[in-house]
């Protein structure tokens, strides 16, 4: 919803800045800056107007840099809302604070994405997910001559696993290890194997990005 603008622009200021965000020449902090400028010269200063604004340019960047051929910005949003990352509403100046927090955040885990490979410092993206094991109640029956394999619906729980996915995006790489659970001592040993065995000649350090670091950067 439009208010009065949070701050005023000249005619010359907002064609500055329009050029500016158009070139896209600066990196995704500046650029983000430059546009919610002009978002808040035309009014659009709520704290839920913002993080619409900022939903859909986050969708825009996925798609820019190769992430996804395309997702929707109520996509965004619901992975947002999962992770912590946003609130599902926003209507105190604290609040307010804090979602200014988290999109500085996000921001630097932008830049970070922007960087040219270099294999002195690897980008390394480390996600979990718990999962749960099934096993067949009856035997699948083999396919046949004119007859596909046909498998029964109905299964049985036999426990659950945790996944870790480890990818360095720029480099190729992908590593996925099952451990029986989740638990802090499993996901530091996790990040020493990642150190000590799948990067042990790095010369500088390997920089980590998991799928609640903007969520532990403003917690």
């Not at 989740?182 to 980590?208: F, K, N, S």
Request: glycine share 6%; proline share 6%; hydrophobic share 40%.
């Amino acid at each position: 919803m439009l208010q009065q603008p949070a701050v005023t622009l000249s005619g010359e200021e907002c064609m500055t800045l329009e050029t500016f965000v158009y070139r896209g020449k600066a990196n995704a902090r500046t650029l983000t800056r430059a546009r919610i400028l002009l978002k808040s010269a035309d009014g659009w200063s709520t704290p839920m107007a913002m993080t619409d604004f900022l939903v859909r340019l986050l969708a825009l960047k996925a798609v820019e840099l190769g992430f996804v051929a395309s997702i929707s910005p109520d996509t965004i949003h619901e992975l947002l809302k999962k992770t912590g990352v946003i609130a599902g509403s926003m209507n105190t100046g604290a609040s307010l604070q804090l979602e200014a927090r988290r999109v500085a955040a996000m921001e630097d885990v932008l830049d970070l994405y922007e960087e040219e490979y270099d294999p002195r410092y690897p980008t390394v993206c480390l996600d979990e997910k718990p999962v749960v094991l099934h096993a067949d109640v009856h035997p699948p029956v083999p396919f046949e001559p004119g007859q596909p394999e046909r498998v029964d619906y109905e299964y049985k729980r036999s426990g659950t696993r945790n996944l870790f996915v480890l990818v360095e995006p720029l480099a190729g790489w992908r590593h996925v290890e099952v451990t029986a659970q989740r638990t802090m001592q499993d996901y530091a040993q996790i990040v020493r194997w990642l150190v000590d065995e799948a990067y042990p000649h790095c010369v500088g350090y390997v920089r980590r990005v998991t799928h609640n670091e903007i969520a532990d950067a403003v917690g």
